[in-house]
């Protein structure tokens, strides 16, 4: 079992910046595939950002050149910085982490979310 805890959100002004934290209770580099999802209200949740284990990224396209994935491997420890926030990145974001074997999920967990505010 893996335990995922988010931190970091908050209200901010459209321009501004965040940086979202997601700790967690299993060694990182042996999970598959860390991201960061949102979900606004009356939308479906959607990826943002994530990162293979072999250091690949990807990123939603609303959010390519804003926002940055990056992990702290010591502090078990993934982030998303969020720059020049829009009233469109107003959402709950989640932590994630999947195992996978030979190309298939086998394990997906979720952290409890995050609220974070833009106002227009």
């Known amino acids: 079992q893996v335990q995922l805890v988010e931190s970091g959100g908050g209200l901010v002004q459209g321009g501004e910046s965040l940086r979202l934290s997601c700790a967690s209770s299993r060694n990182i580099a042996s999970i598959n595939v860390m991201g960061w999802y949102r979900q606004a209200p009356g939308k479906q949740r959607e990826l943002v950002a994530r990162?293979?284990?072999?250091?690949?990224?990807n990123y939603a396209d609303s959010v390519k050149g804003r926002f940055t994935i990056s992990t702290d491997y010591a502090k078990n420890t993934v982030y998303l910085q969020m720059n020049s926030l829009k009233p469109e990145d107003t959402a709950v974001y989640y932590c994630?982490?999947?195992?996978?074997?030979?190309?298939?999920?086998?394990?997906?967990?979720w952290g409890q979310g995050t609220q974070v505010t833009a106002p227009s």
């Open positions: 990162i293979l284990s072999g250091g690949t990224t």
């Open positions: 994630n982490g999947k195992l996978e074997f030979r190309g298939t999920t086998v394990s997906d967990y």
